[in-house]
């Protein structure tokens, strides 16, 4: 693999194999496993493979995943009453309701009822504002990926000016966050941008790093990027492809070949940021089952 291309699989295997030698050494002093419950709520076809390989992920490492899946006609206090079972279950150590929610159900009201111990997305209001207070527990599983990888590879955010595009709930707000902490995979000057933001084109020119999380199929092209920059994807987007066996291709929110000509190091869509948002999860679930 071209060395400027960032390996997500070979840095989440490195990760995952760090989660299953603690797992192992949890067991053999508690003699019990972390267990992962993951709620799936309809049948959204790309959920339903993000959930698949979670359950993948845990078996992989020792935890013992389990996935609850109801019908996309559950009610919201349906949803709430699996979470709440869950919530007092002693052998479930780490809950992930599975987004996007159907939508009748309030995304916000399922969030709070998870407790927030069990809560190994990161996304419960206790959480994030421990993330935000600067004494983080349980960091989302995405932006808590992109540091590590980061870190991993030499691109050290500290003192670096970071340009994040998207203000999202899972990946921009706490991303920023988190790269703006003291310490490690921290200190870097942080820009959030959105879709009110004015110049956003100059901006992203001015970055050391760009994170792309918009959810905008190639937005980001090569004439947006400075020379050297570390380029980052978290878009995962179906586009149309009739040469395709599938009729579709994923792409990220960068145009790969275009930047990956001015890019120091460039993460791809698929093998990137997915794979290492999968090996936190577990990391996150061996957290909750330690706080137990
Ligand atoms: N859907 C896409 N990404 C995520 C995530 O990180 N957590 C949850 N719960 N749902 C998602």
Known sequence: ??????????????????????????????????????????????????????????????????????????????????????????????????????????????TLSIDPLKDVDGLHPFNSGLLAAGKPRFVPATPGGIVQMLVRTGNDPMGRHVVVLGRSNIVGRPLSNLLSLKGKGGNATVTVCHSQTKNIEELCRSAEILIAAIGIPEYVTSDMVSDGVVAIDVGINRVSAPDRKRGYKLVGDIDFLSVSQKASAITPVPGGVGPMTIAMLLSNTLLAARLH
């Open 1 to 110: 693999m071209d060395s400027k291309i960032i390996d997500g699989i070979g840095l989440s295997r490195q990760v995952k194999s760090e989660v299953s030698d603690s797992v192992k050494r949890l067991k053999m002093e508690t003699g019990r496993s972390p267990g992962l419950s993951v709620v799936l709520v309809g049948d959204d076809p790309a959920s339903a493979i993000y959930v698949r390989n979670k359950q993948r992920g845990a078996d992989e490492v020792g935890i013992l995943g389990e996935t609850i899946s109801m019908p996309k006609t559950a009610t919201e206090n349906e949803v709430i009453r699996v979470v709440n079972e869950l919530n007092s279950d002693p052998n479930c150590d780490g809950i992930l309701v599975q987004l996007p929610l159907p939508e009748h159900i309030d995304e916000g009201r399922v």
